[in-house]
């Protein structure tokens, strides 16, 4: 038995090495405007990246506005042109999908502002537009304080995230709790039926 | 070993379903007072084993235990195992509610087979053959289930070759330790209270 145990544990060590692949049960994708593109990061709840993966861009008609790949960190940018509700898609692979929506509002502004389903001219957006082009200035810290504010949230954006990710004790316990009810409430039914079948004398 | 919301078709989503509700339709009624106990236990094992991360290497696996499931309940691993996954699904976000049927079935099926082959095997006189049978039942259930796992990715239009094997290759670690897991646990059964497996199986409904 000890040998047997022995030579086992040598083969968990040597086949551990050839075990590559994120097992996690949970997929997380998630995206934010980011000046005029969409930024995006999907990964596996233990905190891999999803790396290299091609997330389909779609519509809610069922379009493909477009595809795009993840880096080694996960992330991808997408550079919307459309105001429609946007689908992300992504297959890991092995049953694992993550899939989400942004709203036309959650899509960058620029693109919120002016389009209301036909794609507007380039020149509508310069002449009518008085309250969107300040002067480039303006502009170019605007864009500057966005990308601070966003270098500052990330960290927390993962923290939320992986805090989302925590079960706590007391969820484990309910799960029990639930269980034991369940095993309470068959006991009863089948003690029930034995009863019924054989009455006591 | 969680198949998530959205990544089957909705054939498979509803053939997954209609099969669970048979094989739950089957569990309850060989579901025996005395069985009761042990089944959720086993399904409180499961509950609770998909929680515990066993880091290796690079990334982490988690365990299953429906092949000790399968020895111990037959067909009755079926509710044991659903109770386990709802539960999961409602607190946990694993799999999902609409995938509940395919993912009973993915776990629970391969622990009935496994349990059906090994039954001779644990009874074995010598316990140490019989905790062979219980490693092979152990690591033998995670393989039939990768095996489910990739035909219904397959059904849903997966390349069955490289998704078969993604599935196999990552779990291979789970098979050992759930070989030895289970290894364990029918050689501490015979050794400690032999008529277990007896006890259970001598109630048919």
């Known amino acids: ?201 | 070993m969680h198949i998530v919301d959205g990544a089957l078709s909705s054939a498979v989503v509803i053939g997954g379903a209609v099969l669970t509700v048979g094989g739950l339709a089957l569990g309850v009624r060989s579901l025996t007072l005395e069985k009761l106990p042990a089944a959720g236990i086993l399904s409180a094992t499961f509950f609770v084993a998909s929680l515990i991360h066993v880091p290796i290497g690079p990334s982490s696996v988690h365990l299953i235990m429906n092949g000790l499931a399968g020895l111990v309940l037959g067909w009755s691993a079926f509710p044991a195992l659903f109770v386990g996954l709802l539960l999961q699904a409602v607190f946990f976000g694993f799999g999902g509610l609409t995938v509940l049927g395919v993912n009973t079935l993915n776990i629970a099926l391969p622990a009935v087979l496994i349990g059906l082959v090994c039954q001779q095997g644990i009874r074995h006189a010598n316990p140490r053959i019989a905790a062979l049978w219980g490693a092979l039942a152990g690591s033998g259930a995670i393989a039939l289930t990768t095996l489910c796992v990739a035909v219904a990715l397959v059904l849903s239009g997966q390349e069955f070759i490289p998704a078969a094997k993604l599935v196999f290759l990552s779990h291979i670690p789970i098979m050992v330790i759930e070989g030895l897991v289970c290894a364990a646990a029918v050689y501490l059964i015979r050794r400690v209270n032999p008529t277990v497996f007896a006890s259970l199986e001598g109630h048919p409904a």
């Open chain 1, 1 to 201: 038995m000890k040998r047997l145990f022995s030579t086992s544990i040598v083969a968990l060590l040597v086949l551990a090495g050839s075990a590559s692949s994120a097992l996690a049960h949970k997929v997380i994708a998630s995206g934010y405007a980011a000046g005029d593109k969409i930024e995006g990061e999907v990964g596996f709840s233990n905190g891999d990246p999803a790396i290299n993966t091609t997330i389909s861009i779609t519509a809610p008609d069922g379009r493909t506005l477009g595809e795009v790949q993840t880096n080694a960190e996960g992330l991808f940018t997408f550079t919307p042109t459309e105001a429609v509700p946007h689908i992300f898609r992504g297959d890991l692979g092995a049953g694992h999908v993550a899939e989400f929506r942004m709203e036309v509002s959650e899509l960058p502004r620029a693109l919120q502002g002016g389009t209301a389903g036909a794609a507007p001219a380039p020149t509508a957006s310069t002449a009518s537009g008085p309250a969107v082009t300040a002067s480039p200035d303006a502009a170019a810290l605007q864009a500057m304080i966005a990308q601070a504010v966003r270098d500052e949230m990330r960290p927390l954006k993962h923290e939320i995230a992986a805090y989302k990710e925590h079960n706590s004790l007391q969820t484990i316990l309910g799960g029990i709790g639930y269980i034991l009810g369940l095993v309470g409430i068959s006991f009863y039914w089948l003690a029930h039926q034995r009863l019924k079948k054989q009455p006591p004398q």
